[in-house]
């Protein structure tokens, strides 16, 4: 089967003229917040969005996670659906999950919804991987602020709020994968399971 594939490849990429072309690397972006329940999903969904309107030529994973397993697969909060949806953004697929040791290894940037989840993200994370942890707003410092709060104590403004920082931020994110390139496979390192 993989063989019929690579061969199917190979003739799309003579048909098209682009049988020299590289191939596109996969760009991985993971975003954490918490619990996974609104924060990080609701990212997930705004980047997933905007990289289908605004970027479809770039080959983007995305997902998202939570540094506590609070609630395992549960969905996205019924706030945070119902505020996604009324722009557009359909979260109801998703299911929250804990950051598994793996995921450092294979997200080029794992984005922090706040400090304290950053903190918390570097403090499992093995030191060569350090530099992949950034907080969100990093990619939209016109907003002047380190955090997106966490709207689950709040009302449904909260959730509006959590939208308009993230959709602002993952403009910034696609700027930034625009411009640069992957990085580089790590080796060795403190745990086997980093090796790639």
């Keep these: 089967m993989e063989k019929i594939l690579a061969s199917l490849k190979r003739?799309?990429?003579?048909?098209?003229?682009?049988?020299?072309?590289?191939?596109?690397?996969?760009?991985?972006?993971l975003f954490v917040c918490m619990g996974n329940i609104c924060r990080s999903p609701t990212a997930e969904g705004v980047l997933r969005k905007l990289l289908a309107e605004r970027a479809p030529d770039l080959r983007v994973e995305v997902a998202s996670a939570g540094t506590h397993a609070y609630h395992n697969g549960d969905p996205p909060d019924p706030r945070a659906q119902r505020a996604a949806m009324r722009r557009g953004v359909d979260l109801g697929r998703q299911r929250a999950r804990r950051v598994a040791v793996e995921d450092f290894a294979r997200f080029e940037l794992v984005l922090a919804m706040d400090p304290l989840n950053r903190v918390t993200l570097l403090e499992r994370s093995p030191p060569e991987f350090h530099d992949r942890i950034h907080l969100l707003l990093e990619f939209a410092p016109q907003l002047g602020r380190e955090d997106v709060p966490d709207p689950y104590y709040g009302g449904s403004n909260g959730f509006e709020y959590v939208l308009d920082l993230v959709e602002e931020a993952s403009v910034g994110v696609i700027e930034h994968l625009r411009r640069t390139q992957p990085p580089a496979p790590v080796t060795g390192g403190s745990d086997p399971t980093f090796a790639r």
């Design 11 to 29: 003739a799309v990429a003579r048909v098209t003229g682009r049988e020299d072309a590289a191939p596109v690397a996969v760009r991985r972006v």
